[in-house]
T-cell receptor
Framework: AQSVTQPDIHITVSEGASLELRCNYS??????LFWYVQSPGQGLQLLLK??????LVQGIKGFEAEFKRSQSSFNLRKPSVHWSDAAEYFC???????????FGQGTELSVKP | ETGVTQTPRHLVMGMTNKKSLKCEQH?????MYWYKQSAKKPLELMFV???????ENNSVPSRFSPECPNSSHLFLHLHTLQPEDSALYLC????????????????FGEGSRLTVL
C-alpha cells in the first residue's frame, strides 16, 4: 500500500539550531517526493520537490531534503532555524499520475527563543 | 488576483442546511482538487477534476457533491452534513499533461474552515 509516515508529530527546536524532519514512504513505483509547509490559517506552500537526478534538493527558505532510496526516506533539513519557520510540515509522495499525492499526517514545528 | 482563492474562509452551518464552497484558480491550470484536512490526520483527497474527467475517493459520503463548470472554478456543495464533517477544506490546482510527465505539484488555496453544529 502507498503511504507516508512522519514519525514526529511535534518537534521543538531553539532558534539558530539545526533541524531535521523525518519522512518515510512506501510506494510501488518511482516516487515523486514533496515537502509542503502550512502556517496557521493558511494553505499549503511547496518547499521543495524531488523527481529525479541529484538526490539532494534545495528548496525555498533555506530548506533542503535528501532522497535515500535504500531507506525509503526523504528527510527535510535546515542548518539554522528562524522563529518564522514555526509551522506544520507535510511530506507527500506521488507518481506519474501526478496530483494524487499521498500526504503524511504532518509534523508541527515550534521554535523557542 | 493570483493563485488559488477560496470562499468563504469560514462557514458555520447546521446539519439541515445546504451551502457551497467555492474555489477559483488564476494559474491557467487544467486540474483542480478538493482535500479535507482534519486535526492530526493526513490530508484526504476527496475529488479530482482533470482533463475533463472526474475522479473521486469512494469513501467520500454523498452529502458532498462537487461541481466543476470550467477549468478555473470548482465548487463543493454541502447538504445534511454531520458534526464529524467539520474540518478545513482545501482546494488545489495543478497543470497536468495528458500522457506525459506530470509534475504533481499542487498549488493550494488558504482553505475554508467548516463547522457543522
Amino acid at each position: 500500500a502507498q503511504s507516508v509516515t512522519q514519525p514526529d508529530i511535534h518537534i521543538t527546536v531553539s532558534e539558530g539550531a539545526s533541524l531535521e524532519l523525518r519522512c518515510n514512504y512506501s510506494y510501488g513505483a518511482t516516487p515523486y517526493l514533496f515537502w509542503y509547509v502550512q502556517s496557521p490559517g493558511q494553505g499549503l506552500q511547496l518547499l521543495l520537490k524531488y523527481f529525479s537526478g541529484d538526490t539532494l534538493v534545495q528548496g525555498i527558505k533555506g530548506f533542503e531534503a535528501e532522497f535515500k532510496r535504500s531507506q525509503s526516506s526523504f528527510n527535510l533539513r535546515k542548518p539554522s532555524v528562524h522563529w518564522s519557520d514555526a509551522a506544520e510540515y507535510f511530506c507527500a509522495v506521488g507518481g506519474l499520475e501526478g496530483g494524487k499525492l499521498i500526504f503524511g499526517q504532518g509534523t508541527e514545528l515550534s521554535v523557542k527563543p | 488576483e493570483t493563485g488559488v482563492t477560496q470562499t468563504p474562509r469560514h462557514l458555520v452551518m447546521g446539519m439541515t442546511n445546504k451551502k457551497s464552497l467555492k474555489c477559483e484558480q488564476h494559474l491557467g491550470h487544467n486540474a483542480m482538487y478538493w482535500y479535507k484536512q482534519s486535526a492530526k490526520k493526513p490530508l484526504e483527497l476527496m475529488f479530482v477534476y482533470s482533463l475533463e474527467e472526474r475522479v473521486e475517493n469512494n469513501s467520500v459520503p454523498s452529502r458532498f457533491s462537487p461541481e466543476c463548470p470550467n477549468s478555473s472554478h470548482l465548487f463543493l456543495h454541502l447538504h445534511t452534513l454531520q458534526p464529524e464533517d467539520s474540518a478545513l477544506y482545501l482546494c488545489a490546482s495543478s497543470q497536468r499533461v495528458a500522457g506525459g510527465l506530470n509534475t504533481g505539484e499542487l498549488f493550494f488555496g488558504e482553505g475554508s474552515r467548516l463547522t457543522v453544529l
